[in-house]
């Protein structure tokens, strides 16, 4: 069974659009995550979410905002999309809370290549 | 502010060679330390992770970290190499505090190529 799962794989859409990423994990972990990768490679996160707590990187636009239906699932949902926002974008999760002081391995998902026409 | 830094963009080694990548961190506490490996077109799978204790630490498929906090790296080494272990390599650093709630800070990454 995968264990942090995203669909869809690929994404191919025009400027201006509004798309969303879904994002699953079965690991009964506390934390999930986003992370951008750019075109050279570069990861860089862009939320930790928590038990409804969200921490946001202040560089991301409020174009992107995640959305947590429930504990196992991430979501991320991206408004005008725009050319720069092509990338791949990675969901990952990690077991313990945000008090645990306790730094738990995250787990990774395969990816979503998000591709602005 | 975290930060790491991994020097080599691009590393060949032949087959069977012995591989050393390195891994620089700047954290102001106790820093979490991890490898990652991405295969072309994948996710990223755990190598290894140094939280405290013994400096030497174990990863699967034969890779092995060394912490050394005087020098501040954390560098990946495995005695030899196969052509599928080709692949982009992170490491990684992640917070003590709060559990590492905001994330883990990448490095840019070293670009493994294996010649035959």
């Known amino acids: 069974d995968t264990a942090v799962s995203q669909t869809p794989k690929y994404l191919v859409t025009q400027m201006g659009n509004d798309k969303s990423i879904k994002c699953e994990q079965n690991l009964g972990h506390d934390t999930m995550y986003w992370y951008k990768q750019d075109s050279k490679k570069f990861l860089k996160i862009m939320f930790s979410?928590?038990?409804?707590?969200?921490?946001i990187n202040e560089t991301v636009p409020n174009r992107f905002s995640p959305k947590s239906p429930d504990k196992a699932h991430l979501n991320l949902h991206i408004n005008s999309l725009e050319l720069g926002d092509s990338a791949v974008y990675f969901c990952?999760?990690?077991?313990?809370?945000?008090?645990?002081?306790?730094?738990?391995?995250?787990?990774f998902g395969d990816g979503t290549r998000l591709s602005i026409l | 502010a975290q930060s790491v830094t991994q020097p080599d963009i691009h590393i060949t080694v032949s087959e069977g060679a012995s591989l050393e990548l390195r891994c620089n961190y700047s954290y102001g506490a106790t820093p979490y330390l991890f490898w990652y490996v991405q295969s072309p077109g994948q996710g990223l799978q755990l190598l290894l992770k140094?939280?405290?204790?013994?400096?030497l630490v174990q990863g699967i498929k034969g890779f092995e970290a060394e912490f050394k906090r005087s020098q501040s790296s954390f560098n990946l080494r495995k005695p030899s190499v196969h052509w599928s272990d080709a692949a982009e390599y992170f490491c990684a650093v992640g917070g003590a505090y709060s559990g590492g709630a905001d994330g883990l800070t990448f490095g840019k990454g070293t670009h493994l190529i294996i010649q035959p």
């Open positions: 140094y939280f405290s204790g013994d400096t």
């Open positions: 979410y928590n038990n409804k707590e969200l921490i």
């Open positions: 990952a999760s990690s077991q313990g809370g945000w008090d645990s002081h306790s730094n738990q391995p995250q787990h």
